[in-house]
């Protein structure tokens, strides 16, 4: 089907359509959810990794210590994208800067396969600086995808946003059961494996692009070979705004990032405080029927999204193989290998009497979530039921609030003080529910607007801006969560989840409140 209609930009390739989008946003999908992959599976396994005890293969490092080194790595994640957004859009292109970050990250995961206190910092700063090159410039070139087709683009974002979730789902299930069934550094390892075939896929079907995330130098020249072909870039026929108004879309830019930062700082304790709980406080051995019904829904939840992602994985081939084969063979490698070890996985599993959920398996109901709901608020967001993106924000940090609140009366029977205890996992089963539609109604839409506020010549260095937000609520996630023992020593483990619950809130109605004035101050925007 062609793509003509909706004006998107590219090679005549990328204006084929798989699902109503062109099928250049698709190979974005899939290198954004190998580096998820890597970055969650790395991470659903880090604070595990430092706190557990050095017979378990871990180095005993104390809770606070842990998140604190968590806080500060999540932090630098989202700090790097300014210089990496910056690099990219003076110097090297988005598409040079997204394959050299995923070669930097694919050698930091190799570093953490390693059990040296050096490997393990080298792993990290490799990350960190990888990420910066890697994570504004996959969002740029979206931007560049639909700068004629804005209409679109709130549902290119979801769509983009459930690969980044199946990443996530597929890094936190699998690097989580391979590090605490098998080797810690094994998970590690594990997620570089997908990092590097997902650099593999995306360098080899980058010319889908066309002219889009090229560097200023690779335009010039593209522009010389293709004067004949009407193609528009990143920055041709760009709206022309006033000073004033640019001025005024900044400030909705900085409000909304300022309301992200709380959004982070509470959401991100699924990695630190909230995996605490799920290994020390919730009663995780399964036997007998609730064993078995675990397994048959742990089948479920894993097979049925991989179906999913797989069956765009193969209408993604029906385009693009003629074009792509290599790239289209690194991709369906990478699909081999996970349905391999997600059979071994259930195998295993079912021949076992009694069930221990991973303590980290609990930070794949995020993505699941994602994945069966993110088309439902993409419909949503493209129907007549759009609410502005002030209001959208207040949902998100709302539902947020509500799903701490859920923990909080969860472990209401927690004794103040106590180290461990065994509630039910039914609290954070719901409580993931409720944070997960926060953060789709929140996090993508964020990405959008920015990407509609922002002149495209900047859009590289905005991303990167915004993201310095999110690092700031990582921080604030890993310091906080930090005290959780100092808290639930004094007052108890109800307390703790109750100042998440209390603080996202208000700064959701807050934000609700500003509506009327960020309309003003978006001059046009939708």
């Known amino acids: 089907m062609s793509a003509t209609n909706f004006r998107f930009e590219g090679s005549d390739m990328n204006r084929k359509l798989l699902m109503g989008h062109p099928s250049g946003l698709f190979v974005l999908f899939f290198t954004e959810m190998w580096e998820r992959f890597s970055y969650y599976g790395m991470r659903a396994i880090f604070v595990l990794f430092l706190t557990s005890a050095i017979m378990d293969g871990g180095w005993a490092w104390s809770r606070e210590d842990a998140l604190g080194l968590y806080g500060t790595y999540t932090m630098l994640v989202y700090f790097s994208p300014i210089l990496g957004g910056f690099l990219a859009d003076k110097f090297f292109g988005y598409?040079?800067?997204?394959?050299?970050?995923?070669?930097?990250?694919?050698?930091?995961?190799?570093?953490?396969?390693?059990?040296?206190?050096?490997?393990?910092?080298?792993?990290?700063?490799?990350?960190?600086?990888?990420?910066?090159?890697?994570?504004?410039?996959?969002?740029?070139?979206?931007?560049?995808?639909?700068?004629?087709a804005q209409d679109k683009k709130d549902g290119a974002f979801t769509i983009f946003y459930m690969g980044v979730n199946a990443g996530a789902f597929l890094g936190i299930l699998l690097c989580g059961y391979v590090g605490e069934s098998i080797g810690w550094h094994f998970g590690f390892g594990l997620a570089g494996i997908f990092m590097f075939l997902g650099m593999v896929q995306f360098w080899?079907?980058?010319?889908?692009?066309?002219?889009?995330?090229?560097?200023?130098?690779?335009?010039?020249?593209?522009?010389?070979?293709?004067?004949?072909?009407?193609?528009?870039?990143?920055?041709?026929?760009e709206e022309v705004v006033p000073g004033y108004v640019q001025r005024d879309r900044y400030i909705v830019v900085a409000i909304l990032a300022f309301f992200t930062i709380f959004f982070w700082a509470a959401f991100e304790q699924a990695g630190g405080s909230m995996t605490i709980f799920a290994s020390d406080y919730t009663n995780r051995v399964l036997e007998g029927n609730s064993a078995m019904v675990f397994r048959i829904a742990n089948t479920l939840l894993t097979v049925v999204p991989l179906m999913i992602i797989t069956y765009v994985l193969l209408q993604l081939f029906k385009i693009t193989f003629s074009k792509y084969k290599i790239s289209n063979l690194a991709l369906g490698l990478s699909f081999a290998i996970i349905w391999s070890i997600v059979i071994y996985m259930l195998k295993v599993q079912f021949d076992q009497e009694s069930t221990e959920i991973p303590a980290s398996w609990f930070g794949i109901l995020n993505s699941f979530y994602i994945i069966a709901f993110a088309p439902l608020v993409s419909k949503i967001w493209e129907s007549k039921y759009n609410p502005p993106a002030t209001v959208k924000f207040g949902i998100g940090l709302i539902l947020l609030g509500l799903g701490f609140g859920v923990l909080a009366y969860g472990s209401a029977s927690i004794p103040q003080g106590a180290q461990t205890a065994s509630v039910s996992v039914v609290w954070l089963i719901l409580a993931y529910l409720l944070h997960t539609l926060g953060e789709l109604s929140l996090s993508p839409v964020g990405l959008s607007y920015v990407s509609k506020l922002v002149p495209a010549a900047k859009i590289g260095m905005m991303f990167g801006l915004w993201y310095i937000a999110v690092g700031l609520g990582n921080k604030v996630a890993g310091y906080s969560g930090g005290l959780i023992d100092k808290i639930t020593a004094a007052y108890d483990m109800s307390t703790f989840f109750l100042i998440f619950t209390i603080i996202p809130i208000c700064a959701g109605l807050l934000v609700m409140a500003l509506t009327p004035k960020m309309n003003k101050l978006m001059h046009g925007v939708h």
Do not use: C
Request: proline share 3%; no cysteine.
């Open 95 to 148: 598409r040079r800067s997204v394959a050299i970050g995923a070669l930097i990250m694919t050698l930091g995961h190799a570093a953490m396969a390693f059990d040296t206190p050096w490997s393990l910092y080298l792993g990290i700063g490799l990350l960190v600086a990888g990420n910066g090159l890697f994570k504004p410039n996959i969002t740029s070139i979206i931007n560049g995808v639909y700068i004629k």
């Open 204 to 237: 080899l079907a980058q010319t889908i692009f066309g002219r889009i995330g090229l560097s200023p130098r690779e335009t010039l020249d593209y522009d010389e070979g293709h004067k004949d072909v009407d193609e528009d870039g990143n920055g041709d026929n």
